[in-house]
């Protein structure tokens, strides 16, 4: 997707009508500040993320305390870093609605299954 992003780097593309997703919210400058949960429209999490190694010393920091911490286990890795947002400089790219599709469901693998053997 990139050779190698200058700066930590969450993928993200335009959706709408979803019930739950993870919503990207940045500022003017690209930079995400916050992820929420919710449905509607807007940019989501496309599942690929890119961390220079400052920011991924961070990340693996809060990962070990919240595994030392216990009670975990209902955690996505995406509520890691969305828990440190403030200490990393992490950004947004965002790809094409046609570059990409998220597989939550069985009917969602069939319905990537149809367009890819449509051609698209």
Known sequence: LLP???????????????AKEWILRFDEAGRVRRVDVMGGEGI?????????????????ARLEALV???GFENLFWDDVYMS????????LREIGPDDW????TSDDLKEAEKREAAGG
């Open 84 to 91: 440190c947002l403030d200490r990393v400089r992490v950004f």
């Open 44 to 60: 989501i999490l496309a599942g690929l993320s890119y961390w220079t190694a400052p920011d991924a010393r961070v990340v693996r």
């Open 68 to 70: 030392e911490a216990g």
């Open 101 to 104: 599709t998220e597989i939550d």
């Open 4 to 18: 190698r992003p200058e700066t930590s780097v969450l993928f993200g593309g335009y959706r709408r009508g979803f």
